[in-house]
C-alpha cells in the first residue's frame, strides 16, 4: 500500500511539475561561414512562445558592409531536429532594397498552421546575393499547446460569448 501511495505523489508531482514548465526563450545563433557582408547583432521572435496558428516573426537587425541589391534567403524549418519545410524567398521582399551599406533590418514570417505539434523547432535563415553569403542565422524555440483559456478565449471571438456558453453549458450537461 505505501508503495502505490508513494507512486501516486511521484505521479502528481510530475504532473505538477509539467503543468508549471516555462517554455525556453527563442535563442538564435549566427551560422554565417567566413566573412557574411552583414554583421548580425540580434534576432527576435514574436510572439515567443509560438502556439499552433501563429505567425512567427523573425526579425534580424545587422550591419551591412556594403550597398546589397539583390538576394535570396532560404529559409529551412525542423522539428526535433528533422528537415519539415524549406523555402526561397526574394530578399528585396523581407527588406528594403537597394540595402545600403550601414544598419538595415530583415523581416520574415513564417505561419505556423493550427495543427502545428508542439515541440522544439529550429528556422535557418540563409541569405546570399549570388554565390556572396549576406548572412545566416538559426533560431532555436518551442511551440506550445495554449491553455485552456487561450482556447476558449479564440473560440468566444470565433463564435461569439453566447455560442460559446450555450456549449459549455450543454457539455456540464451531460457530464
Excluded at 20 to 42: I, K, L, Q, R, Y
Excluded at 44 to 66: E, R, W
Amino acid at each position: 500500500m505505501a508503495a502505490g501511495r508513494h507512486t501516486l505523489v511521484f505521479a502528481a508531482m510530475l504532473l505538477l511539475a509539467a503543468a508549471t514548465a516555462v517554455p525556453a526563450a527563442a535563442e538564435w545563433s549566427n551560422c554565417a561561414t567566413g566573412s557574411p557582408v552583414f554583421s548580425v547583432s540580434d534576432v527576435t521572435l514574436v510572439p515567443s512562445p509560438v502556439k499552433p496558428g501563429d505567425t512567427a516573426n523573425f526579425t534580424i537587425m545587422a550591419k551591412s558592409a556594403k550597398a546589397v541589391g539583390t538576394g535570396q534567403v532560404q529559409m529551412i524549418v525542423k522539428y526535433a531536429g528533422v528537415p519539415i519545410w524549406t523555402q526561397l524567398d526574394d530578399l528585396c521582399d523581407k527588406a528594403a532594397c537597394p540595402i545600403s551599406a550601414g544598419p538595415t533590418e530583415v523581416h520574415y514570417s513564417q505561419p505556423f498552421p493550427a495543427i502545428t505539434p508542439p515541440g522544439y523547432y529550429s528556422v535557418t535563415l540563409d541569405g546570399h546575393a549570388g554565390t556572396e553569403q549576406l548572412f545566416c542565422v538559426r533560431v532555436d524555440f518551442q511551440v506550445v499547446i495554449p491553455s485552456a483559456a487561450q482556447v476558449a478565449r479564440a473560440w468566444e471571438g470565433a463564435l461569439g460569448t453566447t455560442t460559446v456558453q450555450q456549449v459549455l453549458t450543454t457539455h456540464r450537461k451531460q457530464l
